[in-house]
């Protein structure tokens, strides 16, 4: 398994305001992923953290309201930007290591905007 | 594309009792299937996978799942659950070329004395 770090573990945060989630882990892996749960919902992706690159977006989402950041091979960041009480919910960094279809997830950040 | 179903958003059980969790998949290409667990307050922890071969697949905690090709399911089961069992599961699908993991919409465990 992966052991992955995620800061912070949860924030109040006032509307139009942004938050950066940080996500660590502790081996080289291949790919890195931020999903988004809403209260009550399942896990939707966002993006895929690309290593030196832009991120690659799903559908919904967008760089201007979600910059991504991986600058090396075990570390990313997520923003949050311009936040409303819509963007209150779980954002889950996710990695995929090498030789393995399996993935591992961090323990969330649990966001609220008031 | 690939999409994921869990026919049961809530599932209350006693404890002891046996349970099954479904989930149906589709897909066009062959696929890895995993069941994950979130317990209040946690990330998503890794229960079971298919990947390929034997159809029964063995998880943590007790917990077993079948692959059904034919019925493109993937069903949970465990015998005797146990209060600790509580928690938020969810199925979820990646294709094997190393496509994206899409979820189910996950179903509620809640196991009472």
């Known amino acids: 398994s992966a052991v992955i770090s995620q800061k912070p573990s949860r924030d109040i945060c006032q509307r139009g305001t942004s938050l950066t989630i940080q996500c660590q882990v502790d081996?080289?892996?291949?790919?890195m992923f931020w999903y988004r749960q809403q209260p009550g919902q399942s896990l939707t992706l966002i993006a895929t953290?690309?290593?030196?690159?832009?991120?690659?977006?799903e559908s919904g989402f967008v760089i201007d309201k979600f910059p991504i950041s991986r600058p090396n091979l075990t570390f990313s960041t997520l923003t949050v930007s311009n936040m409303s009480p819509e963007d209150s919910s779980i954002y889950l960094c996710?990695?995929?290591?090498?030789?393995?279809?399996?993935?591992?997830f961090g323990q969330g950040t649990r966001l609220t905007v008031v | 594309a690939q999409s994921v179903t869990q026919l049961d958003s809530q599932v209350p059980v006693f404890e002891e009792a046996p349970v099954e969790l479904r989930c149906n998949y589709s897909?066009?290409?062959?696929?890895?299937l995993f069941w994950y667990v979130q317990y209040p307050n946690q990330g998503l922890q890794l229960l079971l996978k298919y990947l390929s071969g034997s159809t029964l697949v063995k998880g943590i905690n007790g917990f077993e799942a079948e692959f059904n090709k034919s019925q493109t399911s993937f069903h949970l089961r465990k015998p005797s659950v146990h209060i600790s069992d509580t928690a938020e599961y969810f199925c979820?699908?990646?294709?094997?070329?190393?496509?994206?993991?899409?979820f189910g919409q996950g179903t509620e465990l809640s196991v009472k004395p």
């Open positions: 979820a699908v990646r294709d094997n070329q190393g496509g994206k993991l899409i």
């Open positions: 953290a690309n290593q030196g690159s832009e991120a690659t977006y």
């Open positions: 081996s080289q892996v291949t790919m």
């Open positions: 897909s066009s290409v062959s696929v890895y």
């Open positions: 996710s990695v995929l290591r090498t030789g393995g279809p399996e993935a591992f």
